[in-house]
């Protein structure tokens, strides 16, 4: 990992940048986006802990600029059940192999993405009740992947009517996570594999542009068409990671 070769350093910065104009636009999946494509070049336990180097960067960047319209009742409410699926998820990495790992990243990939690309439904209101299995899930598939993002913003968005809230809501939750989620991959090892923290170093600039341009479109640009657009780079990406999976049996 120390010596990369420059394509795929090149290779590398594109997704990372990419990432980041989707997270700026709208204030998560950087992870669900890069994950995907940095996995056909970086084992999952490298590149997941990558990104979080870049996560938590942009959370402070972004959770603490808007810290005073945060809805602090709701993420209080799914603490808790994601701090228990975070412990699972970590277990997890640390221990399945990377065919089953790349199997539940694609499938779970391909699924949100078609259902996001294809849902015209309302956004309507749902109960407290339904913290516990986003919680749940998406603190498990924070640790496993950093793709926890979606899930939350799911039930905030059913949750939060305003959208400059739910923007600064998902932001501290995701800088949050990515604090809890450092102490877990630290104390699990993954910060000391080679050539990580180097290449986090390399790649920063190109998080932080990506971030950059993301949030002035946020401003300027209704997000839908560049989303949809997201999603469907998405399931390419997710399909060619299943067959990936599939070979490495």
Same mark, same amino acid.
């Given at each position: 990992?120390?010596?990369?070769?420059?394509?795929?350093?090149?290779?590398?910065?594109?997704?990372?940048?990419?990432?980041?104009?989707?997270?700026?636009?709208?204030?998560?999946?950087?992870?669900?986006?890069?994950?995907?494509?940095?996995?056909?070049?970086?084992?999952?336990?490298?590149?997941?802990?990558?990104?979080?180097?870049?996560?938590?960067?942009?959370?402070?960047?972004?959770?603490?600029?808007?810290?005073?319209?945060?809805?602090?009742?709701?993420?209080?409410?799914?603490?808790?059940?994601?701090?228990?699926?975070?412990?699972?998820?970590?277990?997890?990495?640390?221990?399945?192999?990377?065919?089953?790992?790349?199997?539940?990243?694609?499938?779970?990939?391909?699924?949100?993405?078609?259902?996001?690309?294809?849902?015209?439904?309302?956004?309507?209101?749902?109960?407290?009740?339904?913290?516990?299995?986003?919680?749940?899930?998406?603190?498990?598939?924070?640790?496993?992947?950093?793709?926890?993002?979606?899930?939350? &913003?799911?039930?905030?968005?059913?949750?939060?009517?305003?959208?400059?809230?739910?923007?600064?809501?998902?932001?501290?939750?995701?800088?949050?996570?990515?604090?809890?989620?450092?102490?877990?991959?630290?104390? &699990?090892?993954?910060?000391?594999?080679?050539?990580?923290?180097?290449?986090?170093?390399?790649?920063?600039?190109?998080?932080?542009?990506?971030?950059?341009?993301?949030?002035?479109?946020?401003?300027?640009?209704?997000?839908?068409?560049?989303?949809?657009?997201?999603?469907?780079?998405?399931?390419?990406?997710?399909?060619?990671?299943?067959?990936?999976?599939?070979?490495?049996?």
């Amino acid at each position: 990992m120390t010596e990369l070769p420059w394509l795929t350093l090149v290779a590398a910065a594109c997704i990372v940048a990419l990432a980041y104009v989707v997270y700026g636009l709208t204030g998560f999946g950087a992870s669900i986006v890069a994950i995907p494509f940095l996995a056909h070049f970086f084992p999952l336990q490298f590149a997941v802990p990558l990104m979080l180097v870049f996560d938590l960067g942009a959370g402070l960047l972004l959770g603490l600029r808007h810290h005073r319209i945060v809805e602090r009742r709701e993420l209080l409410r799914l603490a808790p059940w994601l701090l228990l699926g975070m412990a699972g998820g970590v277990t997890l990495l640390v221990h399945a192999g990377e065919r089953w790992l790349l199997l539940l990243l694609g499938s779970f990939v391909l699924l949100y993405a078609s259902w996001s690309l294809v849902s015209q439904a309302r956004l309507r209101p749902v109960s407290t009740w339904w913290a516990l299995p986003a919680g749940l899930i998406g603190g498990a598939f924070t640790a496993l992947f950093g793709t926890g993002g979606p899930i939350y &913003s799911i039930y905030l968005a059913r949750r939060l009517a305003d959208k400059n809230v739910l923007r600064a809501s998902i932001g501290v939750l995701i800088l949050c996570t990515a604090l809890v989620r450092l102490v877990l991959f630290t104390g &699990s090892g993954f910060y000391r594999q080679p050539g990580l923290l180097p290449l986090a170093g390399v790649l920063l600039p190109a998080a932080y542009l990506g971030f950059v341009i993301g949030s002035r479109l946020h401003a300027r640009l209704p997000t839908q068409h560049a989303v949809r657009a997201v999603w469907l780079l998405l399931i390419l990406g997710s399909i060619s990671l299943l067959v990936r999976a599939y070979s490495l049996g």
